[in-house]
């Protein structure tokens, strides 16, 4: 089997999953790169530092895109995320016209786009990026898997 290098936006992701890892929160990193591969924006999990239940690092990244874009749609852009977008998160990718989803590791449990609500396959949603799912899957789960280890 061949493996090709992580590209350059998932693991700025996993770095700043890491870091929200460190302090103390669940460990997902986001990145928004425009057309031409330029990060645009980033966030890592803050759930528990900002006390807001919103604060997933997708949010928060497509927060700080369309504020550094002046526009809240975000067509052209990609978001690579750590782990499968939540239903919340979905949402608002499909909201913002975000037009490819590259995700490291799926969520069995709180996914929203090939897991539970699959708000993607939804007829009410009108937007549908584009896909990519496994790109920095085995780094990603192992950052998942250690975090919740080290909290049991």
Do not use: Y
């Amino acid at each position: 089997m061949t493996h090709f290098p992580l590209p350059e936006p998932m693991k700025r992701a996993l770095a700043l999953a890491e870091a929200a890892s460190e302090a103390g929160e669940v460990p997902v990193g986001a990145v928004i790169t425009d057309a031409d591969g330029r990060i645009v924006a980033e966030a890592g999990n803050a759930m528990r530092v900002g006390n807001d239940p919103t604060a997933h690092a997708e949010m928060l990244a497509i927060r700080r895109a369309g504020e550094a874009l002046f526009s809240s749609r975000l067509d052209g852009h990609t978001l690579w995320v750590t782990l499968e977008p939540c239903a919340m998160c979905a949402g608002a990718i499909a909201l913002a016209r975000i037009e490819k989803l590259v995700f490291a590791a799926e969520d069995s449990k709180g996914g929203g786009v090939l897991h539970g609500a699959r708000i993607f396959s939804q007829t009410t949603c009108h937007h549908r990026p584009e896909i990519l799912s496994g790109i920095g899957e085995k780094e990603a789960s192992l950052q998942l898997r250690k975090f919740f280890k080290e909290r049991r």
